[in-house]
Each structure stands twice: as C-alpha cells, then as structure tokens.
C-alpha cells in the first residue's frame, strides 16, 4: 500500500488545522471542494478541508519556520513532510469590462485546473427536504462571491486569461441542475463552444442525465471532450435520505445514460463521483465501481467531507482504514482495465485532488 496514498487519505479524512499560511487559500462554501485548499506532498497536489468542524479537531497541521518553508505537523508538533501552498493565481486580481472579478466567474482548483459552476441555483436547493443534503451551491452566490449564471464569453475570457497567465491545463464546468429536461447540457454545450473559439483547452462538463440522449453528441460537438455524472451515493436507501430529490432520476436511469455517453465520449472518458462516509458499504461501493469500470466509466471514489452550514455539516467523515479498503480494492479493478485517471482528458478524476485514489490506482 502507498504510504502516500494513506497520509493523503489521512489529511482528508481529518482534515488540516491551517494557521493562516500565505498562498492561495481555496474557499468557503459553494460546489466542488469547498471549505479546502491545495496542498502538494511528495509532488502530489491535493484538496485537504482546513475550513470545516473536522479540520479544527484534526490531529495534523500546517505550521511554516522563519523562513516562510511550511511543513505537515502532528498536534504534538512533529514534522511529518515538507509541504507546498499554491500561489494566489494571477488571474484572481483581473476583471471584466463591467467590474466582475475573474474569480467571481471561476475558480483554481487543485495545481492547474479552472473549474465554474454554470448556474449557481439548483431546482431543489432551497428545499432542505428535497435537496442534495450535503450541498452548499448557494452559499457563495448568498455571499456575494459568484453570480447567478455565468455567460459563455465571461467563461471564455477567465479561461482565456488562467491559460495565459498560470498555466492552467483543464476547465471543468459543473451546474447547478435548472428546470428544464436537458438538465443543463444546453448551458455546457454553449460556454464549451465559446471557451473553444478563445483558448484551446481539455474541457470536462458535469450534469445530471439528460432526457434526451441527443445532448451528448452536442455537448461532445461543441468542443467538450469528458464528461461527469455524478451518482453520489448507491444504497437505495442511502440515496433517499441523502438526495431525496435526486434519487427520483434511478439507478438504471444512470446506467443507460453512461452506456449512452460512453458511446459517444469513449470509454474512460465518462466519470461519475462516489462519496464514500454516507451510509454505502465498502462492498456496494467496490461492486458499483466493477460495474462502472466494465461500462467504461471511471467511479471517482472521495470521502464525504462536511461542509459547513449543510444538514450534513456535523456528518462524521468515514475511516482511513475504511478509505483505504474501497481505495485498494477499486484501484485493482482500474489497473485491469483499459481505463485510468492519467487517460481521462479532463475532469475531477484527471485532476484527482480531491481523492487518493489515483495514488492507488499507479502502484504496482
């Protein structure tokens, strides 16, 4: 077992109590990785909450010596590796024409990956009792920190100017999910064909099936080369108490939406999230993810990690050890297959910062 791949696990089961340390220092609330930042150990660069109740418990934390090199300290002060904070971007201190700050229109994630949520509103947010019950999207935008809906050229103009400036390698657009049956393919298909006619960059979307399958040859005309639909969770009734509105769209519903996408996307190019810590066992998690690989669909495996001012914000995240057994069991069936992290052309699991999993998945 990589020894990385379990103090990676480790830090984000935990978390990391952060003591205000220069760079750039992620963000609180919203969708994706809230309430983390980016932190590279052993050249690995990775996601670790520092924002949220675990984290001011977490036995581990970042401390820096006088000359500013910060370093991964047990509580009782040992030092456990050096550890690396990435920049401010420098596309954070831009803005548009109009006076809206790059970084109200997209975000860095991980080294070198621009992410942006489409829409900020979901249909079932502001109903707790029909919502996703570990979401945020709405904070940030309640905040002031992003708008309702991005345009296709703002999106196009950040992504313009985070390849120029920093380097970045990916875009991965995600949405909150709109009243209308395309589920928010049409608002993917229009930013990726205008983010494509400015800047050549690998770009992964992320929705929920749409009803008409039809939306993934457009999505995939339009310049999008991966694409993310996320399961969460698999238990029925796990999926009933955490996605009470969502866990309408079934199971099967998924599985012939992936065998509809991987046709056109190719296998290994589809993905989906698996939050392990809510109720799954390791047993349902490891064969929904044999059944994945053999669809060609990559099963992003991430411990739930709480986020504040959620139903779910004092949700225990699960065990190392329980992390590590779908971690390695899972990781075996990738490296039997044709598909990998390293293959995808771009998305979380390309990214893989949010999990250890592709630290699994490379060894030997």
């Known amino acids: 077992m990589s020894e990385l791949g379990r103090l990676v696990t480790e830090l984000q089961v935990h978390g990391v109590a952060d003591h205000a340390l220069p760079g750039n220092r992620g963000r609180r609330g919203g969708a994706g990785p809230s309430d983390h930042r980016a932190l590279t150990i052993d050249g690995a660069t990775v996601m670790v909450p520092v924002y949220n109740s675990a984290s001011k418990a977490s036995p581990y934390s970042l401390e820096s010596d006088a000359s500013g090199a910060v370093a991964l300290a047990t509580k009782e002060g040992d030092a456990l590796s050096s550890v690396g904070v990435t920049a401010e971007p420098a596309f954070y201190s831009l803005s548009t024409a109009d006076g809206i700050p790059y970084r109200s229109i997209a975000l860095l994630h991980g080294r070198d990956v621009l992410a942006t949520t489409l829409l900020q509103t979901c249909i079932r947010f502001r109903d707790r009792s029909d ?81 008409d399958p039809i939306w993934f040859e457009r999505m995939k005309q339009a310049g999008i080369a991966s694409l993310g639909m996320h399961l969460e969770v698999i238990e029925p009734d796990v999926r009933r108490r955490i996605l009470p509105g969502k866990s309408e769209i ?52 991430v411990p739930f990690v709480p986020i504040s001012g959620t139903p779910l914000e004092q949700h225990p995240a699960p065990s190392t050890d329980f992390m590590v057994q779908v971690y390695t069991a899972v990781a075996a069936g990738l490296r039997d297959s044709d598909i990998s992290a390293e293959a995808m052309a771009a998305g979380c699991a390309k990214c893989g910062a949010c999990s250890a999993l592709s630290l699994f998945e490379t060894e030997h």
């Open 131 to 211: 919502s996703c019950q570990f979401c945020a999207i709405e904070q940030s935008l309640e905040d002031a920190r992003t708008l309702v809906r991005k345009t296709p050229d703002q999106v196009a103009e950040v992504a313009e100017a985070a390849v120029r400036l920093d380097g970045v390698k990916q875009l991965v657009m995600t949405t909150g999910t709109p009243n209308s049956d395309d589920r928010g393919a049409r608002v993917m298909a229009e930013t990726a064909a205008a983010v494509k006619r400015r800047v050549a960059i690998p770009i992964q979307a992320q929705c929920e099936p749409p009803e």
């Open 250 to 301: 079934s199971l099967e519903q998924y599985y012939t939406a992936f065998e509809q996408a991987v046709a056109v996307f190719g296998r290994g190019q589809v993905s989906t999230y698996l939050l392990a810590g809510l109720g799954d066992s390791a047993e349902s998690l490891i064969q929904c993810s044999d059944k994945l690989i053999g669809l060609g669909v990559y099963p992003f495996v």
